[in-house]
Antibody
Framework: QVQLVQSGAEVKKPGASVKVSCKAS????????ISWVRQAPGQGLEWMGR????????NYAQKLQGRVTMTTDTSTSTAYMELRSLRSDDTAVYFC???????????????WGQGTMVTVS | DIQMTQSPSSLSASVGDRVTITCRAS??????LNWFQQKPGKAPYLLIY???NLQSGVPSRFSGSGSGTDFTLTISSLQPEDFASYYC?????????FGQGTKVEIK
């Protein structure tokens, strides 16, 4: 079945980097986009950015520009999100989500990974 | 950035109740609006896309409506498994933004 499986929990020191993986199965990665969304403890959802698995084009949230890089490896159907210069307020669960396009420019996150807890302390 | 504001932030309801959650965008987004359900410790789950389209596999008691700046998610008859948090999200422009969430609790 269609699923996204993420890498395990991470504990990092302030100033370090983290790279979270998201392996797709049950569909062709390059036919969809991948977005990353994070959720701080007890808080709401925050969009971090997206990558086209087809051509590698990216859009990042302005507040993360310069610290985040999203990539894909089509040979392994895996997407990656790297966040650098970690701070305590980066502590959150990080989700990858498949972006499905519905026409007329509409899209939605229809399949989600299970989430990866990143603790910065 | 487009601000998404949900109301209420939380509500208490009983099984069988009709529940309505509202989402307002800070500018017109046509029907570029999605709704998600999230249970504690789980990933969000897509319920409605493009304002009124039921995602495959989602029970028909969920429905969405609205366009422009005002949107509504309705649960026609609340079931025990529906107690969760609900988020709206605009897909009109980047950055994609979410509402702050509505927590539906058992009365």
């Amino acid at each position: 079945q269609v699923q996204l499986v993420q890498s395990g929990a991470e504990v990092k020191k302030p100033g370090a980097s983290v790279k979270v993986s998201c392996k797709a199965s049950g569909y062709t990665l390059t036919n969809y986009g991948i977005s990353w969304v994070r959720q701080a403890p007890g808080q709401g959802l925050e969009w971090m950015g997206r990558i086209s698995a087809y051509n590698g084009n990216t859009n990042y949230a302005q507040k993360l520009q310069g610290r985040v890089t999203m990539t894909t490896d089509t040979s392994t159907s895996t997407a990656y999100m790297e966040l650098r210069s970690l701070r305590s307020d980066d502590t959150a669960v990080y989700f990858c989500a498949r972006v499905t396009y519905y026409g007329s420019g509409k899209d939605a996150f229809d399949v989600w990974g299970q989430g990866t807890m990143v603790t910065v302390s | 950035d487009i601000q998404m504001t949900q109301s209420p932030s939380s509500l208490s309801a009983s099984v069988g109740d009709r529940v309505t959650i509202t989402c307002r965008a800070s500018q017109s987004i046509s029907t570029y609006l999605n709704w998600f359900q999230q249970k504690p410790g789980k990933a969000p789950y897509l319920l409605i896309y493009a304002a009124s389209n039921l995602q495959s596999g989602v029970p028909s008691r969920f429905s969405g409506s609205g366009s422009g700046t005002d949107f509504t998610l309705t649960i026609s008859s609340l079931q025990p498994e529906d107690f969760a948090s609900y988020y709206c999200q605009q897909s009109y422009i980047n950055p994609r933004t979410f509402g702050q969430g509505t927590k539906v609790e058992i009365k």
